[in-house]
């Protein structure tokens, strides 16, 4: 089992930053891909970014070029650096792993771009 916990949400307007963490409640990420999902209003949840135990970075084509994730094996944490937001990234933003077939998901944070 797994707790994550999300951090770093908040309102920004078009064309800012935010940089929003995930902090693990053990160490995990040697054998476990880690992700960030994001899901808006009356959309479907998706996936935005994931990082592989190999530490292989993939992303969902809105973002690419705009959105970094990375991770801090001593500090049990996966970031998503988010640059240049549009207000169509606007979402509740969603860490997620799967350990032994079971997905844990964090309790999810606002990210509001508007001006």
């Known amino acids: 089992q797994v707790h994550l916990v999300e951090s770093g949400g908040g309102l920004v307007q078009p064309g800012g930053s935010l940089r929003l963490s995930c902090t693990t409640s053990?160490?995990?990420?040697?054998?476990?891909?880690m992700a960030w999902y994001r899901q808006a209003a009356g959309k479907q949840r998706e996936l935005v970014a994931a990082?592989?135990?190999?530490?292989?970075?993939t992303y969902v084509d809105s973002v690419k070029g705009r959105f970094t994730i990375s991770r801090d094996n001593a500090k049990n944490t996966v970031d998503l650096q988010m640059n240049s937001l549009k207000p169509e990234d606007t979402a509740v933003y969603y860490c997620?792993?799967?350990?032994?077939?079971?997905?844990?998901w964090g309790q999810g944070t606002q990210v509001t771009v508007s001006s």
């Open positions: 997620h792993t799967n350990i032994d077939y079971i997905p844990y």
């Open positions: 053990r160490s995990i990420f040697s054998v476990n891909a």
């Open positions: 990082m592989t135990p190999g530490g292989t970075a």
